[in-house]
């Protein structure tokens, strides 16, 4: 099968198209026959081997929809031929095995490409936001990154818990479609006080909630914006690995609250149950729309990492396996 393969960490050209054996599945994974695969700023550190974990060789790739061909022995939830979508890791390939707890079905109503662009995007969010922070009505929810996979994801999460929702872009055309896709406020960090702003817009009060990963001056500006006893969700570290703490914050009550998806032992008892029983019907009645950035074949993986260095796109980046 055709996969794209890191022999050794390195820049966007360590990526090769490789010919790999196609993998058989343990007792409870499923083989599926990809048809699209998601693009993740993390996987272009695992590629450059700033990934805690990663090795090398391997397959890229976190996320894919597609058909299923095989399951193991103790599979009884899925069956060949049906359309599924889920996180799994060496998911751009021809074939990637799932492990049957982080399958999905795919609702008839998407196509391959929607179901791609759900999995680590709207599970991080949903994570976030309703396992954890469990959202209210009313609450003022601030997203960094809010252009991002799952600043977008997090932007129609919150919005359907009633919240009122802002978010942070680095471009003006970001922030208007960030407006586009319902948020109620969205500020271009780069030029405009979007502390300020938050004050202002919610009469003084601040944020209740907070998705925070972009770390640093920016990170310290998001805290800063809070209201007291706010919920700040701690979940990657895109623009670096520190966050300046002024520990003058504690007389603010905060909850700071870090998480991965990966790692959280309520990730698959609470979120995934939840995902499949509350988000899944939204998905498929229209509600929930997978924000597709654009669709590149599987062999352009290259330009697909330049576009996520670029950060012009809104939503996810998603590869089309033929
Ligand atoms: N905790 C978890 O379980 C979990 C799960 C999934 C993802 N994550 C993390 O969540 C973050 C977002 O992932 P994603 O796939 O949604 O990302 P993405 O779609 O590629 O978007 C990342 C955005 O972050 C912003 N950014 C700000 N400073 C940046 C910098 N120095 N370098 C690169 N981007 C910068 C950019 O938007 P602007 O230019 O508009 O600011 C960029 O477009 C990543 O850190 C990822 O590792 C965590």
Do not use: C
Request: cysteine-free; charged content about 20%; aromatic content about 8%.
């Amino acid at each position: 099968m055709k996969a794209v393969y890191v022999r050794e960490f390195g820049p966007i050209e360590a990526m090769e198209l490789a010919d790999l054996p196609i993998p058989t599945p343990g007792p409870r994974q499923v083989l599926v026959r990809v048809k699209a695969s998601g693009v993740n700023f993390a996987e272009t550190r695992m590629r450059a081997g700033t990934y805690s974990g990663q090795t090398a060789p391997f397959v890229l790739g976190m996320e894919a929809a597609g058909i299923v061909e095989v399951v193991g022995s103790e599979v009884t939830e899925f069956q060949p031929g049906d359309r599924v979508f889920g996180r799994a890791r060496g998911s751009h390939a021809e074939y990637v095995l799932f492990d049957a707890d982080h399958l999905i079905p795919l609702p008839d109503s998407l196509t391959f490409e929607q179901g791609a662009a759900i999995p680590v995007g709207w599970l991080t969010a949903w994570h976030g936001l309703v396992t954890l922070a469990a959202v209210q009505p009313g609450q003022r929810v601030l997203i960094e990154g809010i252009a991002s996979s799952v600043g977008s994801a997090a932007l129609q999460i919150a919005r359907w818990r009633g919240a009122w929702v802002a978010g942070t872009a680095s471009r003006d055309e970001k922030v208007a479609r960030a407006r586009e896709w319902g948020a109620n406020a969205a500020y271009n960090y780069l030029r405009e006080d979007f502390v300020g702003r938050v004050r202002a817009d919610t009469a003084g009060h601040g944020a209740d909630v907070s998705m925070l990963t972009i770390g640093g001056e920016h990170g310290a500006r998001t805290l800063a914006a809070m209201a007291d006893e706010g919920t700040v969700l701690l979940f990657g570290s895109t623009g670096g690995r520190t966050l300046p703490l002024d520990l003058n914050i504690g007389s603010r009550n905060l909850r700071l609250l870090s998480f991965s998806i990966t790692t959280s032992r309520r990730f698959l008892p609470e979120t995934m149950v939840s995902f499949r029983q509350v988000a899944l019907p939204l998905f498929a009645n229209g509600l929930f729309q997978p924000v597709v950035d654009r669709v590149l074949p599987l062999a352009q993986v290259r330009e697909a990492h330049r576009l996520i260095n670029e950060r012009t796109h809104f939503g996810k980046i998603v590869l089309r396996v033929d």
